[in-house]
């Protein structure tokens, strides 16, 4: 069965460390990876997206992200963090299923301290 | 361009009263997706539709929920009759029809249920 797992449901960083959530998934066939990230009172936004190709992509917000086949990860980083990238990480999974869904994972709030 | 817009963003309302929640996906997408989120759930997929079709519903928690997409412009959620319990963030997305495009969320209706 498809599943993404997030094992980290918190982290706290100070501003200007460096930033790196992880995310798993189970999936037997290629991977739609995705990260998205969700403010307060707003709805989830893309942050970067994997489907082939280079390994490591760049997303917005000075956000990347790394995909690792062998062990079925896909964590993001940041080099320096700053304040307002405080929110909540979903990691994701597209996948076909008839039609077609994505699986999120239960997410990582990042609290961000002075 | 216009995102996906939900109404209301917020509703207040008591126990046993109908419920319905509305949603314009963006133009020329294929797939909308509602959801729940709840600080003990997380992000749960209720349902989902390709070309105004339900395809999946096994997210829907009771009877009591219900979801329509008359036209490829509009869809709707409604509970009734409503319960505490159904308090929530509820998002609606959309997708064009590509496993490998990530989902654009409206900003949610926050849902209390006195």
């Known amino acids: 069965a498809q599943s993404v797992t997030q094992p980290d449901i918190h982290i706290t960083v100070s501003e200007g460390a460096s930033l790196e959530l992880r995310c798993n998934y189970s999936y037997g066939a290629t991977p739609y990876l995705f990260w998205y990230v969700q403010s307060p009172g707003q709805g989830l936004q893309l942050l970067l997206k994997y489907f082939s190709g280079d390994t490591l992509v760049q997303g917005i917000k000075g956000f990347e992200a790394e995909f690792k086949r062998s062990q079925s990860s896909f964590n993001l980083r940041k080099p320096s963090v700053h304040w307002s990238d405080a929110a909540e990480y979903f990691c994701?999974?597209?996948?076909?299923?008839?039609?077609?869904?994505?699986?999120f994972g239960a997410g990582t709030r990042l609290f961000v301290k002075a | 361009d216009a995102g996906v817009i939900q109404s209301p963003r917020h509703e207040v309302t008591e126990m046993g009263q109908e419920v319905t929640l509305r949603c314009k996906p963006i133009s020329g997408h294929d797939y909308l997706f509602w959801y729940r989120q709840t600080m003990m759930r997380g992000l749960e997929l209720l349902i989902y539709f390709n070309n105004n079709v339900p395809i999946d519903d096994s997210g829907m928690p009771e009877d009591r929920f219900s979801a329509k997409m008359p036209n490829a412009s509009f869809s709707t959620l409604k509970i009734q009759p409503s319960e505490p319990r159904d308090s929530a963030v509820y998002f609606c997305?959309?997708?064009?029809?590509?496993?490998?495009?990530?989902?654009?969320f409206g900003d949610g209706t926050r849902l209390s249920i006195l």
């Open positions: 994701a999974v597209g996948v076909r299923t008839g039609g077609f869904k994505t699986i």
């Open positions: 997305a959309s997708s064009p029809d590509r496993v490998d495009q990530p989902q654009h």
